[in-house]
C-alpha cells in the first residue's frame, strides 16, 4: 500500500499542469460554497438581532383574543394591567406598546408636496422602552420622544420619501378602541436610521400617553414587550420565570418567530434556494472536475493497459487512481478553503454595501445596508471532505469502467 501511495503522488507531480487545473476547479466551487453560505447565514443573523432589537424584543405578552387576531391589531383586546405588576416583581424587564394602524397625511407649509399613505402606528412608552428596544440608540436626527411629547419619531427612508425634516406638523388618521375615527395632529421629533428595514420604511412610533388620548385606552396597553435576553433563544430560567409570573393572569407570551413570520417563512424559503444554489456551484465544479480526471485517465489508457500487463491488479491500479484523484481534491480544498476563508473575512469585516438599493427591495431579510457573513467552521470541513469526496468517487467510477477493457484494447487505444 505504501508503494501505491508514492506512485499515486508522484503521477501528481509527473502532470503538474493537469493537477493544477483540477484543484483550481475544485477550489473555485468550495470558494464559492463558503462565500455563500457565509452570507446567507449571515444576513439571516442580523435580521434575527434587528427583529428582537427594533420591533419584538424576546417576544410579546398578549391576550389569547388579541393573538388569535393580532394581524389587525385589535384595540379592544387590552392587558390586565396586574400583567405589568407580576413582571416587575419578577425582575423581568418589559415595556408597554399599543400597534394600530392609520394613514400619515401630510400637506401644506413647510411639505414641498402634499399626500398621504398607510403606515403602522406604535405607541411606546418613553420611559422604559430602553429596556426592551435599542430605538433611541439610532436616533440621528432631532430627539426621541419624552413623555408626553406630541410628536412623532419615523425612520429615515420614510422621511426621506415624504420630505419630512424636523418640526415638519403632520395628521395620523385613525380609529379609535370604539370604531369612531380621529386624526392626531402631531410634529416630526425625530428622524431614525434604524438597521431593520421595515423599522425604516413604514413605522411612525408615538408616545403611549398621547396615543391613549386620542385611541380612548382608559390607560390600558394591548401588548408588554419584554427582553429575556440578547440570544434568539433565551435560556430555559428565564422563560420559567416568565410563565411563573404570568401564572393566572390569563394573558400568554409569543417569541419574536411569532411575531415576525414573513421573515421566518422567507428565511425557511431561502434556505431551499441556497440549498440549490449551492447544489448548483457544486454540479458545476462536479462536471469541471469529472471532465479533467475523464480526460486525464482516458490519455493514460495506454499507460493502464501496461501496468496490468506487468501484473498489477485492477483493485491496486483503481487505488493508485483513487490517491491520486484524492490527492488533487485535497490541493483544491486547501486551495478553496484559504481563498473562501480570505473572502469570507472581507465579508465578516467589511461586508458588501447595498445601500439604498434594499430601500426598494422587499427581500424579507431585516437588513437595510450593509450586508456581513458570518465564520461557519462547519464549511470548512465540509469543504475538505467535498472535494477529497468529488475527485475521489469520480476517479473510482471511471477506472472502474476502464478496468473492464482488455488489456490488448487498452495497449492499442488512440
Known sequence: MKGLVKLGFRNLLRYKRRTLITAFAVAMGLMMFIILDSLLMGVSHESTINIMRYESGSGKIVT???????????LDETLDPAVGEKLTAAGIAWTRRIDFTGDMIFRGDPWEESGSLP??????????DDRVFDLKQVVTEGHFLSPGEEGVVIGQWLAEDTGAKI??????????????EEVM?????????????????????????????????????TQAAVKLSTSPQPPQKALDNLNGALKGTGAEFHKWEDWSEDFVAIAEGKKTS??????????????????????????????LG???????TDG?????????????????SIIGMLWGGAANLYLVTAGINYGSLLKDMK???????????????????IALAGGVGICAGISWFVTKKLTKMEITDCLRFV
Open 64 to 74: 389569547p383574543a388579541y393573538w388569535e387576531d393580532f394581524k389587525s391589531t385589535p
Open 167 to 180: 418640526g415638519y406638523p403632520l395628521s395620523l388618521r385613525v380609529k379609535t378602541r370604539f370604531g369612531s
Open 306 to 312: 501496461m501496468m496490468r500487463a506487468m501484473g498489477m
Open 363 to 381: 427581500i424579507g431579510y431585516r437588513v437595510s445596508g450593509i450586508m456581513h457573513g458570518i465564520w461557519l467552521i462547519r464549511d470548512y470541513f
Open 119 to 128: 403606515v403602522a402606528v406604535t405607541a411606546l412608552d418613553p420611559a422604559s
Open 316 to 332: 491496486d491500479l483503481r487505488r493508485t487512481f483513487l490517491i491520486e484523484a484524492a490527492g488533487i481534491g485535497l490541493i483544491g
Open 274 to 303: 441556497a440549498f440549490s444554489i449551492l447544489s448548483l456551484v457544486v454540479l458545476i465544479a462536479a462536471i469541471g472536475i469529472s471532465n479533467t480526471v475523464l480526460m486525464s485517465l482516458f490519455e493514460r489508457t495506454r499507460e
Open 185 to 221: 395632529e402631531l410634529e416630526v421629533a425625530g428622524i431614525m436610521d434604524c438597521p431593520d428595514p421595515y423599522v425604516n420604511t413604514g413605522v411612525v412610533f408615538v408616545d403611549i400617553s398621547v396615543a391613549d388620548d386620542y385611541l380612548e385606552m382608559d390607560g390600558l396597553y
